[in-house]
């Protein structure tokens, strides 16, 4: 059975103000606006299966997701056989981290503050897909908010929910 392998970005509702979403996703909303983008939050999509880690999961994990229509951009990834199963090991190796709340803060800085068994949600989708061919030459996870990744892989660009 193949794979689909997405990477979903969240981002403010068009019909959502500023204020109900700062309420809803305090940190993600100032992520999106301090890293000069819209996007606050990143997962990688298997299916429909998503794997990330957020403030309000507080660890990484997989979960079932049915998303928000509007609420997600999705890229496209490409990746050979070895590349998926190579996502999905290093997908496993992340399960409970905890969020770290100071790195998604300093991602949109030019230097990395890591904590022990912590990552955010572009961090870690980085880091995992720095284990592919494909994406080999994405480095230092820490150093990408959820806009400057979605910028940095500047693939097709589709809403799908």
């Not at 403010?12 to 700062?22: G, V």
């Not at 298997?46 to 997989?62: H, L, N, V, Y």
Request: charged letters at 25%; a positive charge; glycine letters at 6%.
């Amino acid at each position: 059975m193949k794979l689909a392998f997405y990477r979903a970005f969240q981002k403010k509702s068009k019909d959502e103000t500023y204020a109900e979403y700062a309420k809803r996703l305090w940190l993600d909303w100032v992520i999106a606006i301090a890293s000069f983008g819209k996007y606050s939050h990143v997962e990688l999509v298997i299916g429909d299966e998503w794997f990330s880690i957020s403030p309000r999961t507080g660890k990484a994990q997989k979960r079932t997701l049915k998303p928000k229509v509007g609420r997600w951009d999705y890229v496209a990834l490409e990746l050979g056989d070895i590349d998926r199963e190579m996502v999905l090991i290093q997908m496993n190796n992340y399960i409970d981290y905890k969020y770290d709340y100071i790195g998604a803060i300093f991602s949109i800085m030019p230097f990395c503050i890591q904590q022990d068994s912590k990552i955010f949600c572009s961090e870690v989708a980085v880091n995992v897909l720095n284990h592919t061919h494909k994406y080999a030459w994405l480095k230092d996870g820490c150093r990408y908010s959820p806009s400057k990744l979605y910028k940095t892989l500047g693939g097709s660009r589709w809403s799908k929910a």
